[in-house]
C-alpha cells in the first residue's frame, strides 16, 4: 500500500459504515452549501442593487427637477434684478417657493450628512435671496455667471450622486449611458437659460448695448454648437439608442434650433427690439421644457430598464432557489438511494453468512445490485453450493457404508425410528427384512477377502436394485448381513419382493477378477401392523429370529412373520 494512503486507510478503518458515509457526504455536502450561499447572497445582491439604483434615480430625478425650478429661479431673478416688473417678479416668487418645497422633500428623503449639508446650505442661499448680488455696477452676463454658480454646485451635486448610485449598484451600460446624457443635457438648458434670461431683459428694456450684443452673438454660437452636437452624441451612444430609439435626441435639437431662431428673429436680426419679452421668455421656456422633457422620458426608461434587471435578478433568484431545492431534494434521493441500496446489501449478505455459520445452506445469496457488491454475492453463492456440497459428501460418508455403498448402521438407526413413528402415525404397515449370505467366511476361505468384498458389492448393488422406491431404505447391518425397511409394505408385498432378490441372488455368478462363484441368502421378515406398536429393537429382534429360523431350517430361504410379541429364540 502507499505510504500516502495509509493514514486515511486506517481512519476508514476504523469507523463503522454509517460513518463512512457521513463523512464522505460532509466532504461535499460542505463546500456545496459554501457555493450555493455564496451564489444565493449574490442573487441577492443583484436584486437589492437594483433597489438601490430604483431609489437613486427617484431621487436624481427630483434633483433634476428641483434644477429646473433653480434655473427658472435664476433667469427671473436676473431679470428682476435688472428691470422691476411685476409679472416676472411673480413668477419668481412662485419658483422661489417651489425650489423651498421641493428642498424640504429631498432633505426629508435624506439621511446621509453630507446631503442634508449640502441642501442647508442651498436653502440658506434661498431664502436669503443671495442668489444674485450687486447688479448697478456689473455687466448682465457677470451677473448671470454669478448666479450660475450656485447652479454648477447643485450640477456637480447631481452628477456626483447619479455616478455614485451607478458605482454602487454596479448597474448594466445602458444606465451609465442615460446618466451620461442626463449630464450632458445640463449645457443644453444652462445655455438656454442665458438666451432666456438676456433676451427676455433686452427686450423689457427695449435696447440692447454693445455687450449685449456681443453676449447674445455668444450665447447664439453655442446654441448653434449645442444643435450639432446632438448628432455626435447620438454617434457616441448609437449601441445604446439601437436598444432604445425612444432615447434619440432629436427633439433636443429640435427644442435648441427653435430657441435659436427665436432668439435669431427677435433679438439679434430685429430692427427694433419691441417684441413683448412674456411671449420670447414663454418661447424659451418652452424650448427648455423640451430639454426637461426628456430628461423625463429618460428617467422613466431608466426605471423600466431597471425593473427589468430587478424583475430579471427576482427571477433567477426564484429559479435558483427552485433548482436549489429540486438538486438537493434529487441529492437528497440519491444519497438516501445510494445508502439503503449498500446498506441492504450489506445487510443481506450479513444474513448470508450468518446462515452460513449456522449450517443453512439452501437459500441462495441474492441480492439487487450490478456493482462490486454483486461480486462478492456471486463468490459467496459459489462458496455456499462447495460449502453444501463438501457437508452433503460428508454426510454421506457418514451414513454410508464405505465398501458396498449403502447406508450404513447408524443411518439405518434413524430410519427405522422414523419409520416407526410414520407408520404408528399415518397406521400404516411396514416390513424390516433382514439378510445374510450363506456360509460367507467359506467364500473368504476358498476365493480370498478380495472376493469376499466383491461379494458383498455384487449383492448389495442386487439388493438396492430390488428396492428403489423413495421409502426403501436399504443398508449393511454388519459382516455380510443386510437389512431393508419397506415402509408402506404389507407382508405379502414384502415377502414377493424378498422372495425375487432370493432367486436373483440364488443365480447370479459373482465374478472377482478371473473367480467365478456363486452363493445364497437366507432371510427373516417381520411386518409390523398398526395399531399394533412396536420399538425398533423389538422389530429387529423379530427380524433377526426369523433369519436365523431360516439358516436353521437349510438356509437360502425366507421366513416371514407379522409381529405380535417378541419372539424367543
Not at 451612444?237 to 435626441?249: C, D, H, I, K, M
Not at 412674456?278 to 430628461?295: G, I, P, Q, W
Request: proline share 2%.
Amino acid at each position: 500500500m502507499h505510504t500516502l494512503v495509509k493514514p486515511i486507510f486506517y481512519v476508514m478503518n476504523k469507523l463503522s459504515y454509517s460513518l463512512k458515509f457521513i463523512l464522505l457526504c460532509s466532504v461535499f455536502a460542505i463546500p456545496l452549501s459554501i457555493f450555493a450561499y455564496q451564489l444565493a447572497e449574490s442573487y441577492h445582491q443583484r436584486a437589492e442593487q437594483a433597489e438601490i439604483t430604483q431609489r437613486g434615480l427617484a431621487y436624481i430625478q427630483k434633483t433634476t427637477l428641483l434644477i429646473n425650478q433653480l434655473e427658472l429661479m435664476r433667469d427671473l431673478k436676473v431679470i428682476t434684478s435688472w428691470r422691476a416688473d411685476p409679472e416676472f417678479q411673480t413668477r419668481y416668487l412662485e419658483a422661489r417657493a417651489n425650489v423651498l418645497l421641493q428642498i424640504d422633500e429631498l432633505t426629508s428623503q435624506t439621511v446621509r450628512p453630507s446631503r442634508l449639508a449640502f441642501l442647508k446650505e442651498l436653502k440658506d442661499i434661498v431664502t436669503a435671496d443671495e442668489m444674485v448680488k450687486g447688479t448697478e455696477s456689473r455687466s448682465i452676463d457677470t451677473v448671470y455667471e454669478n448666479a450660475q454658480q450656485v447652479l454648477e454646485k447643485i450640477y456637480n451635486w447631481r452628477m456626483k450622486l447619479s455616478y455614485g448610485f451607478v458605482s454602487i449598484s454596479e448597474n448594466n451600460p445602458n444606465i451609465l449611458a442615460i446618466i451620461n446624457i442626463l449630464n450632458d443635457l445640463d449645457n443644453y438648458t444652462e445655455t438656454l437659460g442665458e438666451a432666456r434670461s438676456y433676451g427676455s431683459l433686452y427686450l423689457a428694456q427695449h435696447f440692447i448695448n454693445s455687450n449685449g450684443i456681443q453676449v447674445l452673438e455668444k450665447v447664439y454660437l453655442r446654441l448653434t454648437q449645442l444643435a450639432e452636437m446632438t448628432d455626435l452624441k447620438e454617434l457616441e451612444y448609437q449601441v445604446f439608442l439601437a436598444s432604445y430609439p425612444e432615447a434619440r435626441l432629436g427633439s433636443i435639437k429640435n427644442g435648441v434650433l427653435e430657441g435659436r431662431e427665436e432668439l435669431y428673429q427677435r433679438l439679434i436680426m430685429a430692427q427694433e427690439v419691441n417684441s413683448d419679452p412674456l411671449k420670447y421668455f414663454e418661447k424659451l421656456s418652452a424650448s427648455m421644457d423640451t430639454v426637461y422633457a426628456h430628461k423625463i422620458a429618460l428617467f422613466k426608461l431608466s426605471g423600466m430598464i431597471v425593473e427589468q434587471d430587478y424583475q430579471k435578478s427576482i427571477q433567477n433568484l426564484g429559479a435558483f432557489y427552485v433548482g436549489l431545492a429540486f438538486g438537493l431534494i434529487l441529492l437528497v434521493y440519491l444519497i438516501l438511494g445510494l445508502y439503503y441500496s449498500v446498506s441492504i446489501t450489506i445487510k443481506e449478505l450479513l444474513r448470508a453468512a450468518k446462515a452460513f455459520s449456522a449450517g443453512n445452506y439452501n437459500k441462495p445469496v441474492k441480492i439487487v445490485s450490478n456493482d462490486e457488491l454483486m461480486a462478492v454475492a456471486e463468490a459467496m453463492d459459489i462458496m455456499r453450493i462447495n460449502i453444501k456440497e463438501r457437508e452433503e459428501r460428508l454426510a454421506r460418508m457418514s451414513q454410508t457404508d464405505g465398501l458396498t455403498q449403502l447406508s450404513n448402521r447408524k443411518f439405518f438407526d434413524n430410519a427405522l425410528q422414523i419409520s416407526l413413528a410414520n407408520s404408528r402415525r399415518n397406521m400404516t404397515p411396514m416390513s424390516l427384512l433382514m439378510m445374510d449370505i450363506d456360509h460367507f467366511k467359506k467364500v473368504n476361505d476358498d476365493y480370498g477377502h478380495l472376493a469376499g468384498d466383491e461379494c458383498l458389492i455384487q449383492i448389495a448393488q442386487l439388493m438396492k436394485q430390488q428396492f428403489q422406491r423413495q421409502t426403501d431404505v436399504v443398508a449393511r447391518y454388519g459382516g455380510e448381513e443386510f437389512v431393508a425397511i419397506l415402509y408402506g409394505q404389507s407382508m405379502e408385498e414384502a415377502l414377493s419382493q424378498s422372495e425375487k432378490l432370493r432367486e436373483i441372488i440364488e443365480h447370479t455368478e459373482i465374478v472377482s477378477g478371473e473367480t467365478r462363484f456363486k452363493v445364497t441368502a437366507s432371510f427373516g421378515l417381520a411386518t409390523l401392523v398398526p395399531p399394533v406398536d412396536a420399538q425398533p429393537q423389538d422389530l429387529l429382534a423379530l427380524a433377526d429370529a426369523l433369519l436365523y429360523r431360516s439358516k436353521d431350517n437349510g438356509r437360502n430361504q425366507i421366513n416371514a412373520d407379522i409381529y405380535r410379541q417378541l419372539p424367543g429364540r
